[in-house]
C-alpha cells in the first residue's frame, strides 16, 4: 500500500503563485510515475500534471502547460506543483496520485489518491 498526503492549498489571488506539496510512504517503489489531477464539483477528476520515475519525464494538460510545474525528488517519494499565473477556473480539490505510467506517452493507471487539497484562486 501507498499512502500520499497533499499539502500547500489555499486561498490565492489570480494572478499569483502557489505551491503543493504531496508526500509518499509505504511501499513507494512500487509506482512507476505519479501525477496530480483536479476536480470541480460536479465533473469529472481531470490529469493535470505527470511525471515519472525512470527518466522524470513530464506531461502537462493543455489547460495549465506553460503555467504548472511537476517536480519530484529522486526517489520520487515527494511530488510538487509549482503554480504560476493562476486562474479563477483553476479553483478545485487538487489530488496527488500514483501508479502506473509511461515514459513514452504518459499514458497511466493510477492505483493510489490522496485525500486533496482544495485550491481556490480569488478574482
Known amino acids: 500500500q501507498v499512502q500520499l498526503v497533499e499539502s500547500g492549498g489555499g486561498v490565492v489571488q489570480a494572478g499569483g503563485s502557489l505551491s503543493l506539496s504531496c508526500a509518499a510512504s509505504g511501499r513507494t517503489m512500487s509506482y512507476s510515475g505519479m501525477a496530480w489531477f483536479r476536480q470541480t464539483p460536479g465533473n469529472e477528476r481531470e490529469f493535470i500534471a505527470g511525471?515519472?520515475?525512470?527518466?522524470?519525464?513530464?506531461f502537462y494538460a493543455d489547460s495549465v502547460k506553460g503555467r504548472f510545474t511537476i517536480s519530484g525528488d529522486i526517489a520520487l517519494s515527494t511530488i510538487y506543483l509549482q503554480m504560476e499565473s493562476v486562474k479563477p477556473e483553476d479553483t478545485a480539490i487538487y489530488y496527488c496520485?500514483?501508479?502506473?505510467?509511461?515514459?513514452?506517452?504518459?499514458?497511466?493507471?493510477?492505483?493510489?489518491w490522496g485525500k486533496g487539497t482544495l485550491v481556490t484562486v480569488s478574482p
Open positions: 511525471i515519472t520515475r525512470r527518466t522524470s519525464a513530464t
Open positions: 496520485a500514483a501508479g502506473y505510467m509511461d515514459d513514452a506517452t504518459g499514458n497511466y493507471g493510477i492505483e493510489y
